[in-house]
């Protein structure tokens, strides 16, 4: 197995924002740790990490992120307290954070952007290839983007970013693809990429969702990144790099996602994501589904 086809075993979480769109809530506590439903939004990221296999996980933090650190961190005297009342049910659930991969830790001590906290990586992924899975994004398991796109990175090599297609009017919120199809129905091949477009110059709907596969010549190519928009080290330009020269690090291919996705990173997405995965738990979901249907008859 060629390097540039090297199979993926680590995957990188950034985690070191701000979260200023959920002040106050995120003054004191990070904004990866607000729950959706009954576990914090960070859990579902390294599970779906896990499940796919990827086992050795590193998070890039900053100022007041111990929250993650103890959350996936063994709690002797709470489990204590749970054996001693034999409530086994919450004590696998306290255990399950702490058992689903070998996490370390890195602090990004200057917030110069995304791409500047995948190169905080580097260190600790040395010349491996390596998975960027971003805490905003929240994919249901039953849909498995990362396995989809893993299986495309080891027939084609380089890099695969996750792609979903936006209504053409919100494609100034994302990084944005330019692609063209291949023999297979959701993948394509990705010729340029554009951070956050203005509608009319968007080279596509294509919108590149928090799930990217990297080869690590991105490293080299993010050293040589200058600034780009907001003042950031942008991860979108170091990808127009490796997709514009292949000889680098091998093609950029997307994975066109259609599946199930949930986004924690807006307030309303926040909430709707909460209400879609209560009503579809089988121990919260038929109270929950009757009681949202009073509720809407009753008051909308």
Same mark, same amino acid.
């Given at each position: ?32 740790? *607000?729950?959706? @439903? %009954?576990?914090?939004? #960070? ?5 779906? +990490?896990?499940a796919?296999?990827l086992? =050795?996980v590193l998070m ?12 996936f ?33 890195v ?23 390596f ?5 905003d ?25 996750g *792609?979903?297609? @936006? %209504?053409?009017?919100? #494609? ?5 693809? +330019? ?5 297979? =129905?959701?993948?394509?091949?990705v010729?340029?990429l ?15 969702i ?20 907001g003042g ?21 291919h997307?994975v ?22 209560a ?12 009681? *949202? ?8």
């Amino acid at each position: 197995m060629t390097p540039s086809h090297a199979r993926i075993s680590k995957a990188v979480i950034p985690a070191a924002g701000l979260g200023t769109r959920f002040l106050p809530a995120t003054k004191a506590t990070p904004k990866e740790m *607000l729950p959706v @439903v %009954d576990k914090p939004a #960070i859990q579902y990221v390294v599970e779906e +990490a896990s499940a796919a296999g990827l086992t =050795d996980v590193l998070m890039v933090t900053g100022r007041n992120k111990r929250p993650l650190e103890d959350h996936f961190d063994r709690n002797y005297e709470l489990e204590e307290a749970l054996r001693r009342k034999g409530d086994g049910s919450r004590l696998a659930k306290v255990q399950e954070s702490s058992d689903l991969a070998t996490i370390h830790y890195v602090r990004q001590g200057d917030p110069k952007g995304l791409g500047h906290a995948v190169l905080c990586a580097a260190p600790h992924v040395g010349d491996e290839p390596f998975a960027v899975l971003l805490g905003d994004d929240l994919i249901d398991p039953r849909d498995p983007l990362l396995r989809r796109m893993i299986e495309v990175r080891e027939e084609h090599g380089g890099s695969v970013i996750g *792609l979903m297609e @936006v %209504d053409p009017g919100s #494609i100034h919120l994302y990084g944005c693809a +330019a692609a063209t199809p291949t023999a297979d =129905d959701d993948v394509v091949a990705v010729s340029d990429l554009v951070e956050k477009p203005e509608p009319a110059e968007a080279p596509s709907n294509l919108a590149i969702i928090g799930r990217y596969l990297l080869d690590p010549a991105v490293f080299e190519v993010l050293r040589k990144t200058t600034p780009g928009r907001g003042g950031e080290i942008q991860l979108t330009d170091a990808l127009q790099e490796l997709a514009a020269h292949p000889e680098l690090g091998g093609p950029v291919h997307g994975v066109v996602f259609k599946g199930r996705r949930y986004d924690t990173g807006d307030r309303g997405d926040y909430l709707r994501a909460i209400v879609r995965l209560a009503c579809e738990r089988e121990d919260l979901g038929p109270d929950f589904r009757a009681w *949202l249907r009073s509720y809407v008859t009753e008051e909308m």
